[in-house]
């Protein structure tokens, strides 16, 4: 639910602007005009006043709409204590008081970036009214209107030719386009592509049972677009309790999201729509969460955990755990009840693949960019990566850039052994006598059949033989593959000053 902030920048300035659809066709619906109307309590009115009933401490005015909303969304950059906020379709007549919540952080107050308020769904309205614990007036409101029938959908569609779960396209749940493009028509949030390698599990925190679940995925499209301002919805697919399946963030598969703070690249982020923290998750709904999990991360092992991003973490997993979570810190999400079903979803998704993935990957070929090297000079080391299993190849740091000294190990320069994933480990000895300790990860994770090249260098130190020896290490599972090797020698400086001819092989480095 959570993107990283500083790339997709808060737009504050939305006003009243008015966003509506544009023009379609049979095959792809017009977008649904999902409306946005920014209401702040310090341009349009003196702030709170204290209530006269106690327990509701201070209430601010009775604020009409331009137009209907079924949404609210909420932004401050001071704290306030116990806000919340009802509703009305006449001005009347109000329903309960509800909390505006802040299940999870969106950026960091302290440093300047304001607090958002949770996605607040509600019946069509007309009116709303805030409360708070003490007089405040730095609220500012979002008032969504995305509530447009959208129950008669077009036959689901795929999209891409090999998939077997029918997912609703943005088009199909009428997606607004525009909201991804800036005033100037620059888009806020350029897509970006990884290879998955985890699922992440959440619930959207709104409201269970709602009438119109479409209604519910344009109006977290558009609190994630307007609201926090950063152009697209948040999660790569979202599920509702029938069991549909919408697709979410812009750009296909591979697309990276915005979902969980700092673990967006190289993870799928799966929505289910509701709050789950005591409601019981509907079995249609788990049952399509397993299903498009085993289409769509079909070679990502859910049983299976391997290092990412800064720990330890299962492959198929809830936001809390990507987050990190305490009672009373962190996000809860995805909600208790739907966390306590991820052991049985990891097995029911892996009853639907058949069998586990597994990944088996092969060096194919080792270069050296010379056989004949000066001392003091750079030895750069090519290997060639295919992944023949039938699993994802988890892979982390060190980048293929860092340039080893040749009395450098890996954990020297800062990368220690991560569990689960795999690196390129190379041993210039002859032997493997230094335990192989040149080490380099993969430039991405990497699927059953893909092939990567990674080109490795170390400062070489001393004249002499060289036996360069690599193979590929699955570290903390005691796997690897069974090494190749290459001759090398390395010529001092005192031996090459009385040569009369420099052979033209010879590789020299300015380090």
């Not at 800036?182 to 985890?198: I, N």
């Not at 991003?309 to 979570?325: F, K």
């Not at 000066?374 to 039938?390: F, I």
Request: with cysteine; proline share 6%; net charge neutral.
């Amino acid at each position: 639910m959570t993107a990283v902030l500083t790339r997709r920048q808060f737009v504050l300035g939305v006003g009243a602007a008015l966003l509506g659809g544009v023009v379609g066709g049979e095959a792809s619906p017009e977008p649904a005009p999902t409306r946005g109307w920014r209401w702040r309590g310090a341009a349009r009115s003196e702030g709170f006043r204290i209530a006269a009933d106690a327990p509701h401490g201070a209430v601010g005015e009775i604020v009409r709409a331009p137009y209907s909303f079924n949404a609210i969304g909420s932004v401050w950059r001071k704290p306030i204590a116990g806000l919340r906020v009802r509703t009305s379709a006449d001005g009347v007549t109000f329903g309960p008081w509800v909390p505006v919540t802040t299940t999870e952080m969106h950026g960091d107050p302290a440093t300047g970036d304001p607090w958002f308020g949770d996605l607040v769904l509600t019946s069509r309205a007309r009116f709303f009214q805030l409360g708070a614990d003490a007089p405040t007036d730095t609220v500012s409101i979002d008032l969504i209107d995305a509530s447009e029938d959208g129950t008669n959908f077009p036959r689901a569609i795929a999209l891409q030719s090999a998939v077997t779960v029918p997912v609703i396209s943005r088009a199909a749940w009428r997606a607004d386009e525009k909201l991804r493009y800036d005033e100037r028509g620059a888009e806020l949030w350029t897509p970006r592509y990884f290879t998955p390698q985890k699922v992440v599990v959440h619930h959207t925190a709104t409201a269970n049972g709602e009438a119109d679940p479409s209604a519910t995925v344009r109006a977290v499209h558009y609190y994630h677009a307007r609201t926090l301002g950063w152009g697209d919805i948040g999660y790569n697919y979202l599920i509702d309790r029938d069991g549909k399946i919408y697709e979410g963030r812009y750009g296909g598969v591979g697309v990276e999201a915005g979902h969980a703070y700092g673990h967006n690249s190289g993870s799928i982020g799966i929505a289910c729509l509701g709050t789950f923290t005591s409601a019981a998750v509907p079995m249609e709904m788990r049952t399509a969460l397993a299903r498009l999990i085993a289409d769509r991360a079909r070679f990502i092992d859910p049983l299976d955990s391997s290092w990412f991003v800064d720990g330890p973490m299962s492959n198929l997993m809830g936001h809390r755990d990507a987050i990190g979570y305490r009672p009373g810190q962190g996000t809860a999400c995805p909600g208790d009840q739907l966390y306590a079903q991820l052991a049985g979803l990891r097995e029911q998704v892996v009853s639907y693949l058949g069998a586990r993935p597994t990944a088996d990957v092969r060096i194919t070929a080792m270069r050296l960019n010379s056989d004949t090297f000066v001392s003091n000079g750079t030895m750069e080391v090519t290997l060639e990566v295919r992944n023949v299993g039938t699993g994802t190849v988890a892979s982390d740091g060190p980048p293929s850039s860092l340039l080893y000294d040749e009395r450098d190990t890996y954990t020297s320069r800062g990368y220690p052994s991560r569990d689960g994933i795999w690196r390129t480990a190379v041993d210039i000895t002859g032997g493997g006598a230094n335990g192989f300790p040149f080490r380099w990860g993969l430039p991405d994770a990497l699927e059953p059949g893909a092939s990567a090249t990674i080109r490795g260098s170390v400062q070489l130190r001393g004249a002499g033989a060289r036996g360069v020896v690599a193979k590929l290490v699955q570290e903390g599972r005691a796997i690897e593959t069974a090494p190749i090797s290459v001759a090398a020698r390395v010529i001092d400086q005192a031996t090459l000053s009385r040569r009369a001819l420099i052979p033209v092989s010879l590789r020299s480095s300015s380090a």
